[in-house]
């Protein structure tokens, strides 16, 4: 038996199938593409011409980064068909569609994560929605706790790998596709190609941006420091309650992923210290002044159009 599951492992190694994909400017979905969900034909079908080429979620703290986008459109998430409503301080629910820096882009101002109650698949139809629409990058932020001591509350990173501690298989949507629910490690979560493009975009901006592999946990609890050591031994630099899941669905979906987090707090597991999401709140505002200026020159650099009518 041993023999055969190494056989198996070594065939699937050898023999990597493709995850589907999907249209991303297309009207028209090819064949092995999944449904479209109910809210993503709600919001097809009042605004015809948006054609979304950025999908971009906001964390904690974050949502304010939705008012640099121009000529927006508000939709609140429990005018959608099929939405949950966040429940947490920070995540205010609302679906943003417009433009940033001359590309238009569909912001989820708030995510719901499973410690609120929510199943997995209820909690990522928002961002099934977003990829449904056609989105060519998909960019990923949350507030995370610090393992690593080389990071510092405030300090934005890049996610380049992750530990799923969610214990929650996140299933392709493509009901054609009997491969879509293994992952082969040749296939990159976070997509090199575009954290190449963050650093560099970051060090035009005047600032490092280090990687970090993000270990996600159920939640809601903080971290013991106990949690925290052995977090650190498995590998871990920071340590947070969402995003993993988002991250498989887009690669499901062949969409590219690129992840930023906010370290809101360093943990020294040898000093008693209590955490506050007020704290976490504070902090990501406060990396707000380098989160957004990134994001908004990724978009001018990778995706504006030169006819851009204000």
Not at 63 to 76: M, N, R, Y
């Given at each position: 038996m041993r023999n055969a599951k190494h056989n198996a492992a070594e065939i699937?190694?050898?023999?990597?199938?493709?995850?589907?994909?999907?249209?991303?400017?297309?009207?028209?979905?090819?064949?092995n593409a999944p449904d479209p969900c109910a809210a993503t034909q709600w919001i097809q079908n009042r605004h015809r011409s948006f054609r979304p080429r950025i999908g971009i979620v906001l964390g904690s703290g974050l949502?304010?980064?939705?008012?640099?986008?121009?000529?927006?459109?508000?939709?609140?998430y429990r005018d959608i068909p099929d939405f949950p409503e966040p429940k947490v301080p920070g995540h205010?629910?609302?679906?943003?569609?417009?433009?940033?820096?001359g590309a238009q882009v569909a912001v989820l101002q708030g995510r719901c994560h499973l410690y609120e109650g929510w199943s997995l698949e209820e909690s990522l139809r928002p961002l099934r929605t977003v990829l449904?629409?056609?989105?060519?990058?998909?960019?990923?932020?949350?507030?995370s706790g610090g393992i690593n001591p080389r990071f510092h509350s405030g300090q934005?990173?890049?996610?380049?790998?992750?530990?799923?501690?969610?214990?929650?298989?996140?299933?392709?949507?493509?009901?054609?596709?009997?491969?879509?629910?293994?992952?082969?490690r040749n296939k990159r979560t976070y997509d090199a190609q575009w954290l190449t493009k963050a650093r560099e975009t970051a060090e035009e901006l005047g600032f490092s941006l280090p990687s970090a592999t993000y270990l996600a946990t159920l939640g809601p609890n903080y971290e013991t420091r106990a949690e925290y050591r052995a977090f650190g031994r498995l590998g871990a630099d920071i340590v947070g309650m969402s995003t993993v899941p988002e991250s498989i669905l887009a690669m499901q979906l062949g969409t590219p992923v690129l992840a930023f987090s906010v370290v809101t707090n360093v943990a020294n597991p040898d000093?008693?210290?209590?955490?506050q999401?007020?704290?976490?709140?504070?902090?990501?505002?406060?990396?707000?002044s380098r989160l957004e200026p990134l994001v908004s020159r990724i978009a001018s650099k990778y995706f504006s159009t030169?006819?851009?009518n204000h």
């Open positions: 699937l190694e050898r023999h990597p199938r493709e995850p589907p994909t999907i249209s991303h400017r297309l009207p028209v979905q090819p064949a949502g304010d980064l939705a008012q640099a986008i121009e000529e927006p459109t508000q939709i609140a205010s629910g609302q679906l943003v569609l417009g433009h940033l820096e449904e629409l056609g989105i060519e990058l998909l960019i990923l932020s949350n507030a934005v990173v890049a996610i380049d790998s992750h530990i799923n501690w969610l214990f929650q298989s996140t299933k392709s949507p493509n009901r054609h596709d009997t491969a879509g629910y293994i992952l082969m000093i008693p210290t209590a955490t999401h007020n704290e976490v709140l504070a902090w990501s505002s406060l990396a707000r030169p006819n851009r």
